[in-house]
Structure formats: structure tokens, C-alpha cells
């Protein structure tokens, strides 16, 4: 067996937890050397095991975000099932769940019962809408993160209708908040000698995500400039945009309000867009009008050539610009693929490797291991034993349903 030193390695997790917001904390700790055992219902499993991308029994959701855990089947509505987790949390760091409001107390998990069984147990628990909120109570998913946060406004194209996107963004940045969440608190109890409850949500969480954005629009009272942003000030205009090229590939730049005149210099717009009156960019700020042309225009001379050709230049004047890929272009843009931020992981029932997340860290001494999410079940009989169950113990609990 192939021992992992990684940064996390000797942590110990429990996570009754499913989904995505729920797993990934965990899934990265396991990456990084952390023993999990997630906790599912036996028989059945985690509901999202067949979510996803489907290759034979293998779906891409749950491998994604359950890869490098242990599998052990509790039932815990059963006082042999409560048990067994109580044991478990006994030699635990940390126990993880996002249940809905309710269920940990119902079901013997709550902050109160394991912090009097593990006094310095971390407990994280993620919500849809936060403990506090008057919606509370109710479950959630990504899409409430994304509606209710704001979210998806910050990425509208202006006059559409506002809507949710595919990347589940209120989701991951929830797991990375708990992921550090938890850290911190770990850290704190290896201080005191106490544990606590670190509570985070999806909406809590994709409101962070929008950073000094929703701070400028709560201080202004006005809604974010969205699409290509000609944004800063009349006097000091900067400009964020994406446009098309001749075969119609997108390409983004941003400039800032020092760079607008040399940029329009080195692509050869200067005096194409001086002769027509809109090389004072900070005429966007007058009227809509005046920023329409302005982008127009722009959209007319990229369109008059390669998007390697505008990057090129724009890059040796040492100013950013970038290629904008699709899902499928991402995966295999060197910058990606040369950090290992995909690799590729042997699926034996499949009989080929398969791509993957990589990891989005580079330790120098201690690595991340990237593995693949366990069969259902898988490590009950490791698990059980090193609790001081034997074989016939061990058979008893499944003839019993309790595994």
C-alpha cells in the first residue's frame, strides 16, 4: 500500500455529506494526504453516484467530487449505525455533513452530541442560505447560491435575462470557503484543546465570490457594468472586453487607463480611431451612445484579423491579453494541461485511463495524490476492523442491514 505524505497526511475526517458544496472540502483533503470516510447509505449510497457524465456504473459527478475517500456504509437511523459513527468521531479531527436543517439532530450528529463525545472535533456543516436565514430551513442547491447572491447579474449580458450558468460556482466556492474554514479552526483547536462548528452556505459563499465588485455596487448604490466594461472614471477610463476575430474566435484584453493610448498605438488604431472622434475612450462615460461606438469600432478592427495576430502584439507591449476557450479548450490549453491542473487516472473497469482534475496546488515537499472515488461500500471491512470488530461481527452488521 502506497503511504501518502502529503501536506494533510494524519488528518482524519467523517463526512456525512453528498453533493458537491458537501464533498469537495473533504475530496481535496484526501488529495492531500488526509484520511475520509465518507459515510453512505447502505445499498443505495450517495444519490449522486449516478449523476453525471455516465461510463458504465461511472459517473463524472461523483468521481469529481469523491475521489481519494473511503466508502463505509452506516444505516444511522439504527442505534448499531449511531454507534459505529460515534466511535469513528471519537478518533476524528473533523466530522463533516450538509444534511438539511434538522437531520443531524434527528439522526444523532449534531454539533452538541459529537463535541461531548470529541471535545476538540471540528464540525463543519453547510447550509443553502446560512443558519441565520429567514430561509434557513429550506434546502438549496447551487442554483440558489447563483440566483440569490447576485451572481448572476455579475455575468448577464446586458438587456438578457439574468440566469444561472452550468459551472456550479456557488458550489466550489463554498467547498474552498470550508476547505480553509476548517483549516483555521483545526489550527485553532490544536491551540486550546477545543473544537467548534464552522457554518458556511452557497449563497454566503457566491456573494463572497463577487468581491469588491458587489462592495463598489452597495457604495454606489448602481449595478455593475457587465459585458465589455469600459469602466473607472471620465478622467481615468480602463476597458475589460472580449471580441471576435476573423474566423470569429473570441479573445479578451484589459487595459488600463495608463495603457488605452500605447495599446491603440501598437495595434495601429490610434489615428483610425482619432480620425473618427472616439479615441478619447472616456467619452464612454457620457453617454451610451458614445460607448456603443467606441466598441463597435473596436469589434470592426479585430475583425480584421487572427486573434494570435491582436494577442501577439498586444502581449510584446507588455499588456494582457489571453485566448478565451470553451470547456473542451481549457482542458487541453498547455497552460493548463503543463501545471497538471488535468491528469489522467486508470479506470480498471473501463480499461483506460480517464481525465481528471488535477490539483489546482503545487507543494514542493508534499505532493497531492491523486486518486479515484471508492465502490460503494469498498472499505467496511477495514474500517470495522480497525474498530475492533471481527469477521463475524462484521458479517453480522450487514445480515442486519446496519452496513
Given at each position: ?53 455516465l ?5 463524472s ?29 471519537k478518533?476524528?479531527d ?71 450558468g ?36 452557497l ?20 449595478p ?100 478565451v ?79
Open positions: 500500500m502506497t503511504v501518502n505524505n502529503g501536506a494533510l497526511s494524519g488528518l482524519k475526517i467523517v463526512a456525512c455529506s453528498t453533493a458537491q458544496a458537501g464533498t469537495v472540502p473533504y475530496m481535496l483533503m484526501a488529495d492531500l494526504g488526509a484520511e475520509v470516510i465518507k459515510i453512505e447509505t447502505p445499498g443505495k449510497g450517495d444519490m449522486n453516484r449516478g449523476s453525471g457524465y461510463m458504465g456504473s461511472t459517473g459527478f461523483f468521481e469529481t467530487n469523491n475521489r481519494g475517500v473511503k466508502s463505509l456504509t452506516l444505516n444511522l437511523k439504527s442505534e448499531k449505525g449511531q454507534k459505529i459513527l460515534h466511535d469513528l468521531v478518533g476524528a473533523i466530522f463533516g455533513q450538509n444534511f438539511r436543517p434538522g437531520v443531524a439532530e434527528k439522526l444523532n450528529f449534531d454539533y452538541d452530541t459529537l463535541s461531548k463525545i470529541n471535545p476538540k472535533i471540528v464540525y463543519a456543516s453547510v447550509s443553502a442560505y446560512g443558519p441565520d436565514a429567514p430561509d434557513g430551513h429550506l434546502p438549496g442547491t447551487d442554483a440558489v447560491g447563483q440566483a440569490l447572491s447576485g451572481i448572476a447579474e455579475a455575468y448577464s449580458i446586458p438587456g438578457n435575462n439574468l440566469r444561472t452550468v459551472a456550479s460556482v456557488a458550489d466550489e466556492t463554498c467547498a474552498i470557503l470550508t476547505f480553509g474554514g476548517i483549516l483555521a479552526a483545526y489550527i485553532n483547536a490544536q491551540k486550546t484543546g477545543k473544537g467548534q462548528k464552522l457554518e458556511t452556505s449563497v454566503g459563499s457566491a456573494f463572497r465570490l463577487l468581491g469588491w465588485t458587489m462592495t463598489t455596487a452597495m457604495w454606489s448604490n448602481k455593475p457594468i457587465t459585458g465589455a466594461r469600459i469602466n473607472g472614471t471620465r478622467e481615468r477610463p480602463g476597458i475589460a472586453a472580449c471580441f471576435n476575430d476573423i474566423d470569429g474566435k473570441p479573445f479578451a484584453m484589459q487595459l488600463d487607463p495608463k495603457d488605452w493610448f500605447e495599446a491603440m498605438k501598437a495595434l495601429n488604431f490610434f489615428e483610425i480611431l482619432e480620425k473618427e472622434n472616439l479615441i478619447d475612450l472616456g467619452l464612454a462615460f457620457e453617454s451610451e451612445e458614445n460607448k456603443n461606438k467606441i466598441l463597435n469600432r473596436l469589434a470592426e478592427l479585430f475583425s480584421s484579423n487572427k486573434r494570435d495576430h491582436w494577442i501577439s502584439i498586444l502581449r510584446k507591449a507588455d499588456m494582457i491579453s489571453t485566448h476557450n470553451t470547456i473542451l479548450e481549457a482542458s487541453n490549453d498547455p497552460n493548463i494541461k503543463e501545471n497538471n491542473y488535468v491528469t489522467e487516472v486508470w479506470y480498471p473497469e473501463l480499461n483506460k485511463n480517464m481525465k481528471v482534475h488535477g490539483t489546482p496546488w503545487k507543494f514542493s515537499e508534499t505532493p497531492a495524490n491523486i486518486k479515484r472515488a471508492p465502490k460503494l461500500g469498498e472499505h467496511n471491512k477495514e474500517i470495522l476492523s480497525n474498530l475492533g470488530y471481527d469477521d463475524d461481527q462484521i458479517k453480522d452488521l450487514g445480515e442486519e442491514n446496519i452496513i
